[in-house]
């Protein structure tokens, strides 16, 4: 990204699941997609998506415990202007933080929500 995207738009898709080698395969074959890997300083895989050499959103393996009972799912990204405020107004609106604002090295500040209606999306502050 050259510039901060514009608060409110939707900015990143991610695949998740827990067939990445799978889904690379399928996406690679029907749309032409190639992959670079993502080191996470957790040591889990990430993969960024390629559409020649623009990135075009990212592959998250749903590994462990924690994503029990959640199937394979695209997520959206949407960026907004300062994600701390931003989340900090998500309950008083009927929303639910389902994950807290955490820092994501080189990429930015992200919280998860849930909105009034159920939705589920990531919100980032991104680090230009």
Not at 96 to 101: A, D, I, K, S, Y
Not at 106 to 111: A, E, Q, T
């Amino acid at each position: 990204m050259d510039s901060q995207p514009a608060h409110g738009i939707f900015v990143w898709n991610e695949l998740n699941t827990r067939n990445i080698e799978a889904a690379k395969t399928f996406y690679a074959t029907t749309l032409g997609w190639s992959y670079e890997p993502m080191p996470i300083e957790d040591g889990s895989a990430y993969c960024i998506i390629k559409m020649g050499d623009t990135r075009v959103g990212g592959i998250f393996v749903l590994a462990g415990p924690e994503f029990d009972g959640i199937p394979d799912h695209w997520f959206s990204y949407i960026a907004v202007d300062d994600v701390d405020a931003r989340v900090g107004a998500v309950e008083s609106a009927g929303g639910t933080v389902l994950r807290p604002v955490f820092e994501v090295l080189g990429v930015g500040r992200i919280g998860i929500v849930r909105d009034s209606v159920s939705a589920v999306a990531g919100w980032i502050t991104p680090r230009m």
